[in-house]
T-cell receptor
Framework: AQSVTQLGSHVSVSEGALVLLRCNYS??????LFWYVQYPNQGLQLLLK??????LVKGINGFEAEFKKSETSFHLTKPSAHMSDAAEYFC??????????FGTGTSLTVIP | NAGVTQTPKFRVLKTGQSMTLLCAQD?????MYWYRQDPGMGLRLIHY???????AKGEVPDGYNVSRLKKQNFLLGLESAAPSQTSVYFC??????????FGPGTRLTVT
């Protein structure tokens, strides 16, 4: 069975500081990988996805993630945090493209 | 183009009552999913559908039933609600790509 581990259920950063949210997955083959963001009382929005090709993926709002097969990781980064980045972030994995497994989420707080 | 909509947005049920949650999408997507979201547990798949007239069980299907009579609609039913079913329910749809599109959620409380 697939599993997705997000290290740190709560992360706090200062405004302007680097954001790093960690995601590791278990899979015997390179899967599809996703990061979603959820703002309070809203559904999930896709930030970025990895399917094939370039391992560094750029998404919306200045976020990017790097697929590292040897480490089975797909960490999310943003060089400079903004107050509007405060939200819940979910990493997800799909081995086939139509069954998805989500991590437990990381709540990001941005301190002014 | 409304995307994915969910009805209702909020609901309070008493134990043993039944209800149906409606998910509708206007993107002509084949795949539709129902998830529940609980604190500290992320999203867990309840049931899903790969096309009109088909349904399949996900990770946590017990206590729920679903139907996909029309391609654009995916219904989630609770026949006899239990407090353990208090949760936020999300519907998602997926077309030919690998991206899922989520609805705004339904917050259900069972007392």
């Amino acid at each position: 069975a697939q599993s997705v581990t997000q290290l740190g259920s709560h992360v706090s950063v200062s405004e302007g500081a680097l954001v790093l949210l960690r995601c590791n997955y278990s899979s015997s083959v390179p899967p599809y990988l996703f990061w979603y963001v959820q703002y309070p009382n809203q559904g999930l929005q896709l930030l970025l996805k990895y399917t094939t090709g370039a391992t560094l993926v750029k998404g919306i709002n200045g976020f990017e993630a790097e697929f590292k097969k040897s480490e089975t990781s797909f960490h999310l980064t943003k060089p400079s945090a903004h107050m509007s980045d405060a939200a819940e972030y979910f990493c997800a994995v799909s081995p086939t493209g139509n069954q998805f497994y989500f991590g437990t989420g990381t709540s990001l707080t941005v301190i002014p | 183009n409304a995307g994915v909509t969910q009805t209702p947005k909020f609901r309070v049920l008493k134990t043993g009552q039944s209800m149906t949650l409606l998910c509708a999408q206007d993107m002509n997507h084949e795949y539709m999913y129902w998830y529940r979201q609980d604190p500290g547990m992320g999203l867990r798949l309840i049931h899903y559908s790969v096309g009109e007239g088909t349904t399949a069980k996900g990770e946590v299907p017990d206590g729920y039933n679903v139907s996909r009579l029309k391609k654009q609609n995916f219904l989630l039913g609770l026949e006899s609600a239990a407090p353990s079913q208090t949760s936020v329910y999300f519907c998602a749809s997926q077309g030919t790509g690998v991206e899922q599109y989520f609805g705004p959620g339904t917050r259900l409380t069972v007392t």
